[in-house]
């Protein structure tokens, strides 16, 4: 049996190693053969130039960006998880405050919580959709509650609705957790757009992906992208001047100029993940597995095909002798990590245990073709 350390060294082989598997989880080459001669002018220029750091590619992205998103401001940071960091730093999110969130995601959303000193308080998730439960969100709130923290994961929108309505009541500041969710929405609105900030992540394998780390974060207030501005330059505003202790954490303007030229075909490479999807669904239907659910409250963009099955394993093998990539995105919920042990002692979260010691994802990106689909769907068949 392979165990789940086994399996999420693998996730990071086929990331890293593109090469090695007939399938990958993401075809990052085939998507470069599309913007090659774009970028490469792009990356030439910028070197022309030598307009290195917050140059005019970085400034043109957080303009299109804002514009996309549909928000007053984008501001380019090193990465998704300094964009959710600055976001609460600037929101006034610090030591001792509470900040609800998810136990079933990528270690960065907590990790940015405990940076700025403040305790990350883990609630349960919806066993259907993966995603934060409202009503976990309400028996979870004390005193101390300063924000929640929801994730888009795997690309569909958490409940914003009733997210939005239970901050309002509570006054609790909302921070969306966007970084698998570039170019999904949820009641019209693009993710990103609703809370009082959000952290956006260009990690090479999400949505929309650099060629290596990036990050945005986006908010509609005026003073939140002021403070966000000087923390991500060392505090300053003009140069050698330092009005607080920030940060050196800028968008690179190199992968600004790819991003550009990927944020262009952003709805395209989202619906070929959406058509991936969709295809996934069909030729599994009738197995005993569960694939995923679209809630209907927004549009997934699929950043992950996450499935439930008790026989797991048997699958997973089965997909790797066949060449096939598949990942288990989580299979150690935030509360069992060993990094969360002091403060999650004794905590259960039964749905995000029983989802992560079940679920596995799929390779999903714009690239894939019906043949490989059927390869694949054809091969979890045969082993179930
Ligand atoms: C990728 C990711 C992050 C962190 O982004 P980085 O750019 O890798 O720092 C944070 N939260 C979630 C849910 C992610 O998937």
Known sequence: MIGPYQLHNNIHN???????????????????????????????????????????????????????????????????????????????????????????TFIATAEAIKYVGAVPVFVDIDPRTFNIAPEAIINAITSRTKAVM????????????????????????????CCQSFGASVGGKQTGSIGDAAG???????????????????????????????????????????????????LDEMQAVILRAKLKRIDQYNQGRRRVAHRYSELLAGLPLTTPLEDGLGVHVYHQYTLLSERRDEIMQALQAQQIACAVYYPVPLHQQVAFKEECEGLSLPVTETVAAQCFSLPICPYLSDGDIKTITDTIKAAL
């Open 150 to 177: 929801p994730v888009h994961l795997f690309g569909q929108p958490a409940d914003m609705e009733q997210i939005e309505q239970i901050c309002q009541e509570h006054n609790l500041k909302l921070i969306e957790d």
């Open 14 to 104: 086929t990331l890293w190693k593109q090469g090695n598997n007939m399938i990958p989880m993401v075809n990052l080459k085939a998507q470069y053969a599309e913007i090659k001669d774009e970028v490469e002018q792009g990356l030439a220029q910028t070197i022309e130039n030598c307009s290195f750091i917050l140059g005019p590619n970085v400034q043109a992205f957080e303009q299109e960006t804002a514009a996309y998103l549909g928000v007053k401001h984008a501001i380019g940071v090193a990465s998704g998880t300094d964009a959710l960091h600055l976001a609460l730093l600037a929101e006034g999110i610090g030591k001792g405050d509470e900040v609800i969130t998810t136990a079933f």
């Open 200 to 250: 956006f992540s260009f990690f090479p394998s999400k949505n929309l992906g650099g060629f290596g780390d990036g990050g945005l974060v986006v908010t509609n207030s005026d003073t939140t992208a002021a403070k966000l501005k000087q923390l991500r330059n060392h505090g300053s505003n003009v140069r050698y001047y330092h009005e607080v202790i920030g940060y050196n954490s800028r």
